[in-house]
């Protein structure tokens, strides 16, 4: 047996202020094929990564050869990109998440160069992944929210000198933690970003405007009565039966919009390793067809 779907054909100039996107790892080595495929199902956002560690592999030099490839083939095919700056390098802070003053600048150099070298395609970063879970080590660890601030600082700071038109995006917690959001917001942390990410992964879609609500009065509450945007860079659900997840991404994203979630990408764009019944394609092994719907 093979799956299969029917699209209509769609352009892609229209879709450019779509809130919805997909996350790829292109950067891990997915094969580029897929790109003229995201294109055509109308999916034109995509988040993705530009390892610190594989862009300076020499100290104080940068090298973007291995992401090259994959962002200009986005580029082609008219989808826009979102870029983590991730994660530690082995020459700062012996290859720990960055706690040091020194190896904040270094983080925050490497970001201020890859906006430079991308130029106008690259109009989003976003400061790091899941820092409130387990991308996060060494000292780092003890008191996460004020050395996640430290950095976002010092990205922010660089990034907004070199590229002003830059969205830069933080926090980027895994779920919607508010005491742990709330520390990042007490010491300066939601003035180093442009808008507040948050991984609202759950098992039931239901509630999470709660938790959103509260979300957004937190940051009016610390942001002189004012909003800032939110965006879910990751969310989704795995199942046996793919109509579940189905399901849930409607409900999911109907909940978010109803919380003016301005950006929400779904997790993952095609299965990967052992996310097995999380992508909207299978992956490019599967024996019902190589990245055939899910």
């Not at 106008?120 to 976003?126: A, I, N």
Request: proline share 6%; aromatic share 12%; hydrophobic share 40%.
């Amino acid at each position: 047996t093979v799956d299969f779907a029917v699209v209509e054909a769609v352009d892609p100039a229209r879709l450019r202020d779509s809130p919805f996107g997909a996350m790829t790892h292109f950067s891990v080595g997915w094969d580029t094929a897929i790109i003229p495929l995201i294109a055509r199902a109308g999916i034109a956002h995509v988040r993705d990564e530009a390892f610190w560690a594989g862009v300076e592999k020499e100290k104080g030099a940068y090298d973007f050869g291995a992401y090259d490839g994959y962002l200009a083939a986005l580029r082609k095919h008219g989808i826009q990109p979102l870029v983590e700056l991730t994660f530690a390098n082995p020459h700062y802070d012996g290859g720990k998440t960055p706690h040091t003053p020194e190896a904040c600048e270094a983080y925050a150099r490497y970001a201020e160069a890859l906006v430079k070298h991308y130029g106008e395609q690259l109009r989003w970063v976003e400061v790091w992944n899941e820092y409130n879970g387990s991308f996060c080590t060494g000292p780092a660890t003890e008191d996460r929210p004020r050395f996640y601030t430290q950095m976002c600082k010092a990205a922010y700071r660089r990034v907004k000198a070199a590229r002003p038109d830059v969205t830069v995006l933080g926090a980027a917690p895994v779920l919607v933690p508010i005491p742990y959001l709330e520390a990042i917001f007490k010491q300066g942390g939601l003035d180093a970003m442009d808008a507040v990410v948050i991984h609202p992964y759950r098992g039931r879609p239901e509630g999470v405007e709660r938790d959103i609500a509260e979300l957004r009065a937190l940051i009016a509450r610390h942001n002189g009565g004012k909003e800032k945007p939110v965006w879910a860079t990751e969310y989704g659900l795995s199942g046996a039966d793919a109509r579940e997840p189905a399901r849930y991404l409607v409900r999911m994203s109907v909940l978010m919009l109803s919380q003016k979630v301005e950006r929400m990408y779904w997790y993952l764009m095609r299965d990967h390793r052992e996310f097995k019944g999380m992508g909207l394609l299978h992956d490019d092994k599967d024996t019902r067809g190589p990245y055939s719907p899910a």
